[in-house]
């Protein structure tokens, strides 16, 4: 089957395509995104001599991640999804890591928060964290992050970057299409642990009247 898998959560742009048994991916590290993700797509499309009308499936990584980034990718895919009239899939972050031992996986959320990823053997937990409790809750765990920063100083861990490669996304994708995990271009929705800024920045105002 031919697959286009995508991920614009974090500062790193995913993108992979697989048709008739050959692979073709990019992993970028930009700030940019939608001035330039549908071309890049359709060069990689042309590399593999296909187009859109001939994947028969796609996927995208829904968060949680970067507010903007999520959004940029998700309305591409959705776009392309209806036009296509192809099935989607949405993707955790963290699922596209394929690890059997337990794993906690950091990402930057806000200024003093983080997402806090946990495998535990079995399957993935999902929660918003504050950096002082960071050290408590990753003492002697394996704990990987995708970026350096100040709050992560007191922490034992590695830095892998990107987490997750473009064709371990691609994989990731084709187990959710094998189990079934898909939804139109109306039912993919964003990933979010924690809500935007500005939500709760609303909710607070309307709890005070």
Same mark, same amino acid.
């Given at each position: 089957?031919?697959?286009?898998?995508?991920?614009?959560?974090?500062?790193?742009?995913?993108?992979?395509?697989?048709?008739?048994?050959?692979?073709?991916?990019?992993?970028?590290?930009?700030?940019?995104?939608?001035?330039?993700?549908?071309?890049?797509?359709?060069?990689?499309?042309?590399?593999?001599?296909?187009?859109?009308?001939?994947?028969?499936?796609?996927?995208?990584?829904?968060?949680?991640?970067?507010?903007?980034? *999520?959004?940029?990718?998700?309305?591409? !895919? @959705?776009?392309?999804? +209806?036009?296509?009239?192809?099935?989607?899939? /949405? =993707?955790?972050?963290?699922?596209?890591?394929?690890?059997?031992?337990?794993?906690?996986?950091?990402?930057?959320?806000?200024?003093?928060?983080?997402?806090?990823?946990?495998?535990?053997?079995?399957?993935?937990?999902?929660?918003?964290?504050?950096?002082?409790?960071?050290?408590?809750?990753?003492?002697?765990?394996?704990?990987?992050?995708?970026?350096?920063?100040?709050? *992560?100083?007191?922490?034992?861990?590695? !830095? @892998?970057?990107?987490? +997750?490669?473009?064709?371990?996304?691609?994989? /990731? =994708?084709?187990?959710?299409?094998?189990?079934?995990?898909?939804?139109?271009?109306?039912?993919?929705?964003?990933?979010?642990?924690?809500?935007?800024?500005?939500?709760?920045?609303?909710?607070?105002?309307?709890?005070?009247?």
């Amino acid at each position: 089957m031919n697959f286009l898998a995508l991920d614009t959560s974090s500062n790193w742009i995913k993108i992979a395509i697989q048709a008739n048994n050959e692979v073709a991916t990019m992993n970028l590290r930009y700030n940019r995104r939608a001035d330039f993700l549908m071309v890049e797509i359709d060069h990689l499309l042309r590399s593999l001599n296909i187009s859109l009308k001939d994947l028969d499936g796609m996927g995208c990584v829904s968060g949680p991640g970067h507010f903007t980034g *999520l959004r940029s990718g998700l309305a591409s !895919i @959705k776009a392309m999804a +209806f036009a296509s009239s192809l099935k989607i899939s /949405a =993707l955790p972050y963290a699922e596209c890591l394929n690890v059997c031992e337990p794993t906690i996986l950091l990402r930057r959320a806000r200024r003093g928060w983080w997402y806090f990823s946990e495998f535990d053997g079995e399957k993935w937990y999902y929660s918003l964290q504050p950096s002082q409790k960071l050290k408590e809750l990753t003492l002697n765990k394996n704990v990987i992050a995708e970026e350096e920063a100040e709050d *992560l100083k007191q922490i034992d861990m590695k !830095i @892998k970057e990107p987490i +997750f490669t473009a064709y371990e996304m691609l994989e /990731a =994708l084709k187990r959710a299409f094998e189990m079934g995990l898909t939804y139109d271009h109306m039912s993919l929705k964003p990933f979010y642990v924690q809500r935007p800024i500005a939500q709760e920045k609303l909710m607070k105002g309307k709890n005070k009247l």
